[in-house]
């Protein structure tokens, strides 16, 4: 990890963890029929956060997924392209005067 990614990561922890301290007044959620008791602000859109983020991730495997088969099957069309080109440069070439 290098020191870019660990000062942010290190941010973002400061940052999550002063939003919690400063939002823990408690709310009421009601979703579908179901109801919560009271619970501080920060763990609603901690969930949410966490949710979204477990979605984009998945929505990306999938998407990962498909390029990865995409550039596997690129690879190999390019072999077979430089073989092809081997053989063609090693054909004798042919006088038809």
């Known amino acids: 990890m290098n020191w870019l990614s660990l000062s942010v990561s290190i941010g973002l922890a400061v940052f999550a ?3 919690a301290l400063t ?3 408690p709310v009421h959620l009601s979703f ?3 109801h919560t008791d ?7 859109i901690f969930t949410a956060f ?3 983020f477990a979605g984009g991730v998945l929505a990306l495997s999938f998407s990962r997924r498909k390029h990865k088969k995409e550039i596997k099957y690129l690879r190999k069309e390019n072999m077979m392209l430089h073989k092809e080109v081997e053989n063609l440069r090693t054909i004798p070439l042919q006088d038809d005067l």
């Open 17 to 19: 963890t002063t939003f």
């Open 23 to 25: 939002n823990t007044m």
């Open 32 to 34: 579908l029929g179901l």
């Open 38 to 44: 009271d619970a501080p602000l920060f763990i609603p």
């Open 50 to 52: 966490f949710f979204g």
